[in-house]
């Protein structure tokens, strides 16, 4: 296997990891109760996925 003959610089290294960017989740909103969730997945406050009822939410007392 070939190895690297001299190091390479930090600015080189740094370089080419300036494009390994953390992103923000993109949140919308529930289209039965508007509360913010994470896209493709199911709404924690209602229980609903795409308009359909998808986990029956019952209150606790």
Do not use: F, W
Not at 28 to 46: E, F, Y
């Amino acid at each position: 296997m070939p190895n690297p003959k001299r190091q390479h610089s930090k600015s080189r290294s740094r370089k080419r990891r300036t494009h390994y960017k953390a992103t923000a989740p993109t949140i919308t909103k529930c289209s039965n109760c508007g509360a913010p969730i994470l896209m493709h997945r199911v709404c924690a406050d209602c229980g609903h996925y795409r308009g359909k009822l998808v986990i029956e939410k019952t209150l606790a007392a």
